[in-house]
């Protein structure tokens, strides 16, 4: 069985071709980049676990990274201190969702395209989500808010900078060109997305609500679940409309594509132990993000939008730059606007009626300086998209852009939560 994959919503989904050789049946993908083990048909459990073991803790660089797990834990048992416990957590994650990727990715060679791509649309942005939760259980509506806020911005124009200035001084000698189609459906996704939040911060600022603060919340609930309809179509639509292209079924014919390297129910196990540390990291992080504020003295709102969304997203950060180097700009978009689409369209909706039963006012009113500063960064983003071409110097400047956001934040002085009453 061959695999042809295509990235949805940031995440990557496979639609299947089918191939014998030698009379068995072999699984393939052409999104994975980790050497493959032959070692999957094992009849021994034990075996295969130990294989996949192998692979989800030595199969990438990262992983040196986990040593800081343990330090975590150990931090938060003795009380040693927030920024200590914060620090080791925000780099322990990172191994961590990084191998979460991978094995969602695996689990698709399983699970056929439908069920691959709602488990990588799923787990795709599963750090933000675990975090998301915690900071609602502890009412922390605004950390929720800057952080999600935080990882659109980072992939927009952090990673999305840094991979067309890597792709195009690796890449010099041509001018390197992406899909248009699939980089303007996300633009408007992120269009879309900022309107259903520039709406309810306008009607906060203009007081303009017929129940004060009650219709702001009431708006933003009914958006969220208008903003999950949209999402739900565009990966409906992503799925019915694979672009499966000629030469990447000789590629798969030729042997160039590889065999699929964590048997499933071993991917299931392991896919379960790295959301139950990841849930533990989380809620370190979100116990500890306020004490870390004030001994470091730096402001929540620059912790939450800077240094959280950069270190939870280092190792799609890597993977854009990766692949732009390679010159595969549609990858690397698909790993840069790709995923602040779905934080945009799924995420955030999620975390707004997630509030509801928790009693937890979250909304979308993200405050006037947030919302500006988000419509802005997407408007020069689908500028730089326009005309489906990349170099180093748009590189750079999405990369100034994303200073002067850190910069202005650094700056800013998070207003006092507006209180809703509850609905």
């Not at 800077?306 to 595969?328: C, M, R, W, Y």
């Amino acid at each position: 069985m061959y695999t042809h994959s295509r990235l949805i919503g940031g995440v990557v989904c496979c639609t299947t071709l089918t191939s014998m050789k030698n009379g068995e049946c072999y699984d393939k993908t052409m999104a994975n980049l980790a050497p493959s083990l032959p070692t999957l048909c094992l009849p021994n459990v034990w075996e295969r676990f130990v294989v996949s073991a192998k692979q989800v803790l030595f199969g990438t660089v990262l992983n040196v990274l986990l040593v800081a797990v343990p330090m975590a834990l150990l931090s938060n048992y003795l009380h040693i201190g927030n920024s200590w416990v914060f620090i080791l957590s925000l780099i322990g994650i990172v191994p961590l969702a990084e191998r979460l990727g991978f094995i969602t990715e695996q689990l698709a060679y399983f699970t056929g395209p439908t069920v691959g791509g709602l488990l990588n649309a799923t787990f795709g942005n599963a750090t933000e989500m675990i975090i998301c939760v915690f900071a609602l259980q502890n009412n922390m509506v605004r950390v929720v808010q800057l952080s999600l806020l935080g990882s659109i911005l980072s992939n927009m124009l952090l990673v999305l900078g840094c991979a067309f200035l890597s792709g195009g001084i690796a890449n010099s000698m041509k001018e390197q060109k992406f899909d248009k189609a699939g980089a303007h459906l996300n633009s408007s996704l992120l269009l879309m997305a900022v309107m259903c939040v520039l709406f309810p911060a306008a009607l906060h600022a203009t007081r303009t609500e017929i129940h004060l603060g009650e219709s702001e919340l009431m708006l933003s609930r009914v958006i969220s679940g208008i903003m999950l309809v949209a999402y739900a179509g565009y990966i409906y639509f992503q799925l019915c409309n694979p672009p499966l292209r000629e030469e990447d079924i000789e590629a798969v014919e030729n042997g160039e594509s590889e065999e699929c390297q964590v048997d499933a129910w071993s991917a299931i196990f392991w896919l379960a132990v790295l959301t139950v540390f990841i849930s533990i990291l989380s809620k370190y992080i979100v116990d500890a993000i306020e004490g870390a504020s004030e001994a470091w003295q730096i402001p929540v709102a620059f912790i939450s939008v800077i240094i959280l969304p950069i270190v939870g997203n280092a190792a799609e950060h890597t993977s854009a730059i990766i692949f732009a180097v390679k010159d595969n700009l549609d990858l690397s978009l698909a790993v840069a606007i790709g995923s602040s689409t779905q934080i945009s369209m799924l995420v955030i909706p999620v975390g707004v009626l997630l509030g509801w039963p928790m009693g937890v006012n979250m909304d979308l009113n993200f405050e006037l300086f947030e919302t500006a500063v988000l419509f802005i960064s997407t408007i020069v983003v689908a500028f730089m998209l326009l005309e489906g071409t990349a170099n180093y110097f748009k590189g750079v400047m999405l990369v100034l852009c994303y200073f002067v956001v850190g910069a202005s934040f650094f700056a800013h002085v998070d207003p006092p939560v507006h209180h809703v009453h509850t609905l």
